[in-house]
């Protein structure tokens, strides 16, 4: 049996998870599937003209488009794409004007 204190792995079955509304951005959902060691991983659905506000990266964060497109600090995202933001990086005015999907690393 393995001790506590030893590194464990843990799996989220995605579809399992009800969608959460964001308490910061209205059109915003996320499923939180998982943290560890100071990070965290989202699957994030902007609904069309969906915005975020204004925020700075206490950590860096990392974006992988998976449907629709969003526009992060000048840069139109589409399907495929990734943003990566270093810490202390700010955002203003994350938004989707047609809705997206992407999942997203940060640090908590």
Known sequence: MPHSSEPKFVFTDSQAIPWLDSKV???VQVKNLGKANGRAIQLVRFAPGAVFPFHEHTGPEFIFLLEGEAFQHGQRLTAGWAGVAEQGTVDD?????????FLLCYSV
């Open 25 to 27: 951005a209205s059109g």
């Open 93 to 101: 005015q994350f938004h989707s004007v047609a809705g997206c999907l």
